[in-house]
T-cell receptor, first 114, second 114 residues
Framework: EAGVAQSPRYKIIEKRQSVAFWCNPI?????LYWYQQILGQGPKLLIQ????????DSQLPKDRFSAERLKGVDSTLKIQPAKLEDSAVYLC????????????FGQGTRLTVV | AQTVTQSQPEMSVQEAETVTLSCTYD???????LFWYKQPPSRQMILVIR??????QNATENRFSVNFQKAAKSFSLKISDSQLGDAAMYFC???????????FGQGTRLTINP
């Protein structure tokens, strides 16, 4: 079974530039998450989708971050314009519905803003 | 809001010995799940073990077991017969039955000494 796919693995951009990350969840997983993991910290949820709809985006900095999930499958996370403090690993995860189900994670995208 | 605290930034253990990683959490809910995830240098989070709050019996998975103390809101991970491949960051996570989002602790870096 294929896992959660993310691209790119690494990205370096200058501040004020824009960047986009892509995620392809495990087939059949209705729930998709984007997490931000700053170096030395635990992952923090940015946004959670259930199929096409947003379930939780309370910690998404909406003035610069946006995310969409087309047709309830793939998802993109965009940052525009980027700030130095956005340097982090961006993790995508997916799961079946249900609080006890396992969330499967991709390998993440390491973003460096210079 | 729920919070998860891991008070040990780093731990080390000799190969083949036993180590315990600590985790405490804060919640007003009674029905939830707790997880331990492992994050090797590849960055991909891997589920180690999960515990349902309404089950009194502690979960076990081969060399991994938990000590779940619901009243104390404590959820520690015990790794027996430590192996070099166990070296990684370990994250404790909480998920309420209704919310589905995973709330992570700050992580504990585990080093295995040969």
């Amino acid at each position: 079974e294929a896992g959660v796919a993310q691209s790119p693995r690494y990205k370096i951009i200058e501040k004020r530039q824009s960047v986009a990350f892509w995620c392809n969840p495990i087939s059949g997983h209705a729930t998709l998450y984007w997490y931000q993991q700053i170096l030395g910290q635990g992952p923090k949820l940015l946004i959670q989708f259930q199929n096409n709809g947003v379930v939780d985006d309370s910690q998404l900095p909406k003035d610069r971050f946006s995310a969409e999930r087309l047709k309830g499958v793939d998802s993109t996370l965009k940052i525009q314009p980027a700030k130095l403090e956005d340097s982090a690993v961006y993790l995508c995860a997916s799961s079946l519905p249900g609080a006890g189900t396992e969330a499967f994670f991709g390998q993440g995208t390491r973003l460096t803003v210079v | 809001a729920q919070t998860v605290t891991q008070s040990q930034p780093e731990m080390s253990v000799q190969e083949a010995e036993t180590v315990t990683l600590s985790c405490t959490y804060d919640t007003s809910e009674s029905d939830y799940y707790l997880f331990w995830y492992k994050q090797p240098p590849s960055r991909q989070m891997i589920l180690v073990i999960r515990q349902e709050a309404y089950k009194q019996q502690n979960a076990t998975e081969n060399r991994f077991s938990v000590n779940f103390q619901k009243a104390a809101k404590s959820f520690s991970l015990k790794i027996s017969d430590s192996q070099l491949g166990d070296a990684a960051m370990y994250f404790c996570a909480y998920r309420s039955r209704g919310a589905q989002k995973l709330v992570f602790g700050q992580g504990t870096r585990l080093t295995i000494n040969p």
